[in-house]
C-alpha cells in the first residue's frame, strides 16, 4: 500500500517561509508525477503546484514567484518551499502521487499564516 507522508507545516507570521516535505513509500517513486493540493475551509481542494517525472514544474497563478517545488528521486521526497506566505495561503496541505498504479494522496499538513 502506498504511503504519502507530509511534515513541516505550522503557524507562521505573513511574510514568512515553511517548508513542506512529503515522503513516499511503496512507489518507484522516479515514475511518478508528485504535486501539492491546498484545501481551505469551505472551499474546493486546488492544486498548488506540480512536479513531472521529469522534473517539469507547474504552479498556480497565486503562488508563481513565491512557491518553488522539487524532487529528489533518491530520497524518495518532494518539496515545497513556501515563501512570503499570506493568511489566504491557510489550509490544509496534501501530497499527491499520480503514477503507474493510479492516484495516491497523503493525510494532509496545516498550514496557518497569522499575525
Known amino acids: 500500500q502506498v504511503q504519502l507522508v507530509e511534515s513541516g507545516g505550522g503557524l507562521v507570521q505573513p511574510g514568512g517561509s515553511l517548508r513542506l516535505s512529503c515522503a513516499a513509500s511503496r512507489i518507484i517513486f522516479r515514475r511518478y508525477a508528485m504535486g501539492w493540493y491546498r484545501q481551505a475551509p469551505g472551499k474546493q481542494r486546488e492544486l498548488v503546484a506540480q512536479i513531472t517525472s521529469g522534473g517539469t514544474t507547474n504552479y498556480v497563478d497565486s503562488v508563481k514567484g513565491r512557491f518553488t517545488i522539487s524532487r529528489d528521486n533518491a530520497k524518495n521526497t518532494v518539496y515545497l518551499q513556501m515563501n512570503s506566505l499570506k493568511p489566504e495561503d491557510t489550509a490544509v496541505y496534501y501530497c499527491?502521487?499520480?503514477?503507474?498504479?493510479?492516484?495516491?494522496w497523503g493525510q494532509g499538513t496545516q498550514v496557518t499564516v497569522s499575525s
Open positions: 499527491n502521487a499520480w503514477g503507474p498504479t493510479g492516484n495516491h
